[in-house]
């Protein structure tokens, strides 16, 4: 059809571009179509899976999506065409994607939830477990509520101030062959397993004939938030305008001061939201502790001295005790473990909601 | 090729906000038609109801009609995709694929639409990027990626993919916004060699040029911020400059106010 | 900077104000840099004496070493004469976390394409929220969920693949007992990264200009050639970097296998058999009963793995740096 137009641009024969109908409407499937589709492969997986007599309703459930997909591309690619059929496919199996991940993760949240409130009481949160048997009931989490919250405040205190120095250097003084070197460095560390950083506190350890306390744990934590409290607080200053820097470096206000009372002021909602998501993933740190704290029945508040506990370490012991009353208080530990890291992320992220900085994003 | 789009009643919302109230015009085909209009008056957001760009924005919304030739863009049956190859648009900043080659770029367009022999494809480019009077400038590097042109060939790039899946209409939201006064030039002769074969329809901030490449210009306007925009008048370029009919565009045009 | 211009206190003499401004200034601004630069040198300090500390600890270890460090299928330092290899911890770490980037990659792109490009604006914004949540859920809830609720649960699904994949091989199982397979871990793994990876490459999805998105749009793609056109070309360097982040979580994790895996000190093929071992899950078990030499061998161990995760980190790097020139994220 375009040949009619021919033009002086035109000098030979061009093949047309487009093989296209004349006509914008296009045969379509109802808007209902998809919904129909994942019923009747609802159906058929379910009548496979009866008629072949699996147990799992995954396999069920596998089959169903699998179906679904199947289906749709075949329904669309005869009643509408090829491109919509891709298209349609694409998005089915964005759907099963997201609902095949779906399930693990609500079930792991539901059963944590489910689980963890049976056993999960004042006395439970009041009591630690001396002299508890592995088949008695009772006994609670309040020797490893403390190891937890002494050992993560004390990473807290080393990490938090090393961490956001190095971030202040990076952004404010860092020029040149050290601030590469921390840069890289800093990515390389954050990279590092929580187990091999226990593993290098344990080396130390050995070295220096040190005893477990609850203060190795906290070195060996101390190593995996940092890197965390740089890059976030890098980030967060990197936001605050130049602006502000020149205009009270103008005013004759010395570099040090500048960043005191002017920059640091400025992207302090996003540094303590970065802290605060920094110390939610180092108290759900198991590994490390195993190596060092050493784990504890009893209350000990003394984080220099003596071995200790901590709330994922109790998880993982009562885990291993393995019966039904430990079990429960393992969901019951998990419970309150998620629920402290999880208002740990709330807060912070209100944190960062509410003091962003009216400049940024 | 090159069709008549017919508007009437038509209306488009951003969410409950509504943009432009009531719009019915006529676009003649293989002519130049220039929406001119005050900053926010929602001659952009029309634009984009042409080929329903409109409804791809977060809550955007239309009602009324336009025919393409007596076919109903907004009708039950009608695939958007459809639409949007039938009526090209171009933007106001060159957005070439960046991951991609000048010659995949222009042929983006024809590779989603079916399967080219290699040779069908390559004259399919030439042609186009000739038709976008860019050929002479990139015949040698068509494997360079597209993001290393000037703002000026970049844009006409554009057009070139535009033009590539030879569409019906071509719509232009401010193309040389973004350029220096000689790519503008260049963009501007090419819209005048590319009415011979398009329906062409451009928003423009710039009121010389509206009097400089279309045939026919519509006035767009407002009554305040917030009230939603309304096509004033639609007519001949010439008389629009010279004696518009009402007295808004009149003000308009000679500078006293917008 | 020296010249304190006192623009707020004019009436005080300006000589007086300059020496103390410069005084408390220079002093300052020299203790500051002083401190934030000493706190980068100590990170790099830190650095070091982790590989120098490791390596030293590790080599003790190795020297007493009877078998060969890389090929023993053995884990006995206390026996006599002492024994240990990393055969079998090098091949399960390897082997459940290529499962694990296997299943998860793939269905992160897809959830991560879900919320920024498919699922009703309503829909999008909490469940964005609720994966950032999932991501921040400790490993050893993942560890207990999966020895308590996922292993009995795959039982089912492991017969049917023994029943209908059986002649690949991979998927035979030989052997009778629960599902406490590295294929098992595999699944855990992926389950556990996938709210990480998801939350970071929907991030970069997001961050797509939206005027590439409206070039596709434009030429009359459909949802899904918007997507191949502009969305995943933007993206693909940032899926990488996602899932290097990932595929670090998934080797170095101990806790999560440690749970779940029935170690043994054997390399089958058979995915679905109990059995096998990781270097982080290694260790955590061995750990209890270990003397000192036992302990500097867990700790050669925990090198190769340090070593594996800065190799891993390193491609990542190196990919994201080649990538850069083409991925348009600086047009």
């Known amino acids: 059809m375009s040949q009619a137009a021919n033009t002086g641009i035109q000098e030979r024969p061009v093949p047309t571009a487009p093989k296209r109908s004349t006509s914008l409407s296009t045969r379509a499937l109802p808007r209902w179509a998809p919904f129909a589709f994942a019923a009747v492969a609802i159906a058929l997986g379910v009548g496979t899976g009866m008629a072949a007599g699996w147990q799992s309703r995954t396999q069920w459930g596998l089959v169903s999506a699998l179906l679904f997909v199947v289906i749709s591309y075949i329904t669309t690619s005869v009643v509408e065409n090829r491109r919509q059929a891709k298209d349609r496919l694409a998005t089915s199996i964005v759907w099963v994607c997201f609902l095949l991940a779906v399930v693990p993760l609500a079930s792991l949240l539901w059963t944590t939830i489910s689980r963890g409130a049976e056993r999960l009481d004042g006395y439970f949160l009041t009591h630690s477990m001396a002299g508890v048997l592995g088949s008695e009931p009772t006994g609670g989490v309040y020797h490893a509520l403390i190891g937890t919250l002494e050992q993560v405040g004390i990473a807290t205190l080393i990490a938090a101030p090393i961490g956001m120095l190095t971030a202040v250097y990076l952004v404010e003084y860092g020029k040149g062959a050290l601030a590469k070197a921390v840069t890289f460095f800093v990515d390389v560390m954050t990279g590092i397993p929580s187990i091999v950083a226990g ?163 | 090729m090159a069709k008549r789009i017919d508007v009437s009643g038509l209306s488009a919302y951003y969410g409950s906000h509504l943009a432009i109230e009531d719009i019915s015009m006529t676009v003649e085909p293989r002519s ?227 | 900077m020296a010249s304190t211009t006192p623009i707020d206190k004019p009436p005080a003499p300006p000589v007086a104000l300059k020496r103390a401004g410069t005084k408390s200034g220079r002093a300052g601004d020299k203790v500051f840099l002083g401190l934030s630069k000493g706190s980068g040198i100590l990170l790099l300090v830190l650095m070091a004496s982790i590989a120098v500390f490791l390596t030293y600890r590790a080599s003790l270890a190795v020297s007493r070493n009877e078998g060969n460090f890389f090929t023993t299928f053995d884990w006995n330092p206390a026996g006599d004469p002492p024994v240990f290899g990393i055969a079998v911890l090098l091949f399960g770490t390897i082997v459940s976390s290529v499962i694990a980037m296997a299943i998860a990659v793939p269905v992160a792109v897809g959830i991560a394409l879900f919320i920024s490009h498919y699922a009703p604006r309503k829909l999008a914004a909490p469940l964005a929220y609720v994966v950032d949540l999932l991501a921040a859920v400790p490993s050893i809830v993942y560890g207990i969920w999966g020895a308590l609720v996922l292993v009995p649960y795959l039982e089912g699904p492991n017969l049917w693949l023994d029943q209908f994949f059986g002649w690949t091989y991979l998927f035979e199982k030989t052997e009778v007992g629960v599902a406490r397979s590295l294929f098992t871990v595999g699944i855990l793994l992926a389950i556990m990264i996938l709210p990480i990876v998801t939350s970071v490459s929907r991030e970069v999805f997001l961050q797509v200009p939206r005027m590439n998105e409206e070039a596709a749009l434009a030429l009359g793609a459909t949802r899904w050639e918007v997507i191949r056109l502009s969305v995943l070309p933007f993206g693909r360097s940032g899926v990488i970097s996602a899932s290097m982040l990932g595929l670090g979580r998934a080797l170095g994790e101990t806790m999560a296998v440690a749970t779940v895996l029935s170690p043994s000190f054997i390399i089958s093929g058979h995915l679905l058999n109990p059995g096998g071992g990781t270097f982080a899950q290694n260790i955590a078990a061995k750990f209890d009963e270990a003397n000192e030499f036992g302990r500097d061998a867990l700790i050669a161990s925990g090198l190769v793995l340090f070593v594996l995760t800065l190799l891993v980190n390193g491609a990542a790097r190196l990919i994201i740096a080649r990538r850069k020139e083409y991925s348009g994220a600086n047009a």
């Open chain 1, 199 to 361: 593993l290098f506190i344990l080396s130390i350890m050995l070295m220096t004939k040190t005893q477990p306390s609850g203060l190795m744990g906290a070195l060996a934590l101390t190593i995996l938030m940092m890197p965390v409290v740089v890059r976030s607080t890098e980030e967060m200053l990197k936001l605050v305008p130049n602006e502000l820097r020149e205009a009270s470096l103008a005013l004759g206000v010395p570099k040090w001061r500048t960043i005191l009372k002017v920059v640091l002021p400025t992207a302090i909602g996003g540094i303590t939201t970065g802290v605060m998501l920094a110390i939610a993933r180092i108290a759900g740190e198991t590994a490390p502790i195993m190596l060092l704290v050493f784990g504890s029945q009893l209350i000990n508040t003394n984080p220099f001295q003596g071995a200790q506990s901590s709330l994922p370490f109790y998880i993982w012991e009562q885990y291993k005790v393995g019966t039904d009353q430990s079990y429960d208080r393992a969901w019951a530990a998990a419970l309150v473990l998620i629920a402290f890291v999880m208002i740990l992320n709330l807060v912070a992220r209100g944190i960062a909601r509410w003091k962003a900085p009216k400049t940024g994003r």
């Open chain 2, 32 to 258: 130049v038609t220039a929406f001119i209009g005050p900053s926010g008056c929602g001659k952009s957001t029309f634009l984009r109801t042409l080929n329903r760009m409109h409804e791809v924005t977060p809550g955007g919304r239309v009602e009324g009609k336009v025919l393409l030739d007596d076919e109903n863009l907004y009708g039950a049956n009608v695939d958007p995709v459809t639409v949007r190859r039938t009526v090209g648009m171009v933007f106001q900043r060159p957005n070439p694929f960046p991951t991609m080659s000048i010659f995949d770029n222009v042929a983006a367009g024809l590779r989603l639409n079916g399967s080219y022999k290699k040779s069908e494809l390559s004259d399919i480019v030439e042609k186009s990027l000739r038709g976008a009077n860019l050929w002479n400038e990139v015949k040698d590097r068509l494997n360079k990626p597209g993001s290393g042109l000037s703002g000026g060939q970049q844009q006409r790039l554009c057009i070139a993919r535009a033009i590539a899946v030879e569409p019906e209409v071509l719509l232009m939201d401010e193309p040389c916004s973004a350029l220096d006064p000689i790519s503008t030039l260049a963009i501007e002769d090419l819209i005048g060699e590319l009415k011979e074969r398009f329906t062409i329809v451009i928003v423009t901030h710039n009121m010389q040029q509206a009097a400089r490449v279309s045939d026919r210009t519509a006035f767009f306007n407002l009554a305040a911020v917030g009230k939603p925009g309304k096509l004033i008048e639609i007519d001949e370029t010439e008389r629009i400059f010279s004696n518009p009919s009402v007295q808004a565009t009149e003000d308009y045009i000679s500078g006293r106010f917008g």
